[in-house]
């Protein structure tokens, strides 16, 4: 049995003490799954995808797998992908993550959603404009109202348990960014 960090051990203590739903629950060590800073590809939960060219591996965090830091568009602040992987049956289920994505932002707006298939792996799209909250910390709290964002969600069913893809950033950004996005979703396969 693989001994669970003690950042992972704290930030469960700090989610169960915030109140947080027992389906967020701290990240399980990432046995080798993460992104490779060099290689243009990454993997996680089973599945592993290319990094766009134009984006570079940004700050990880103790729930990321990965993080990318992705261009600002012309006269825009840059936008970041995050990528969260906590196990097999962990993170929650596509419809709970759909929702709490929409409500990071302080209209709550109606997300938009597509579903589609990538190399037989069933893929929920998420698109989500207004003020976003900015939530971070380990209670999740706002680190200041970023108005006029938007966010790009994929979420995963892949082989050993969701993968959620979050590109979030001004919406030039992300607009300017969404064809990338696309791709790197595109180029999903199983391992």
């Known amino acids: ?19 947080a739903p027992a389906s967020a629950q701290a990240p399980l060590p990432s046995h080798g799954q993460s992104a490779s800073p060099t290689a243009g590809a990454a993997t996680a939960g089973g599945i592993t995808w290319a990094v766009p060219g134009s984006w570079t591996t940004g700050q990880g965090s103790a ?3 990965a993080t990318y830091d992705v261009p600002g ?10 990528v969260f992987y906590f196990g097999r049956g ?5 419809e709970a993550n759909v929702q709490r ?4 932002f302080k209209e709550k707006p109606t ?7 990538v190399a037989g792996l069933s893929v929920t799209l998420v698109d989500v404009e207004g003020t976003y909250t900015n939530p971070g910390g380990g209670m999740m709290q706002s680190q ?16 050993e348990g969701n993968v959620f893809f979050k590109l979030t950033g001004p919406a030039a950004t992300v607009s300017a960014a969404e064809a990338a996005f696309d791709g790197l ?3 999903i396969q199983g391992r």
């Open 1 to 19: 049995m693989t001994p669970v960090p003690p950042v992972a051990l704290a930030v469960a203590g700090l989610l169960l003490a915030a109140g």
């Open 185 to 187: 979703i595109g180029s």
């Open 144 to 159: 200041g109202e970023k108005a006029g964002y938007r966010l790009l969600g994929a979420i995963v069913e892949a082989p």
């Open 73 to 82: 568009a012309k006269d825009a602040e840059a936008g970041q992908c995050a």
């Open 111 to 117: 997300p938009k959603q597509e579903r589609r298939t």
């Open 63 to 65: 729930m990321r797998v």
């Open 90 to 94: 962990q993170g929650g289920g596509v």
């Open 101 to 104: 994505w929409a409500g990071q």
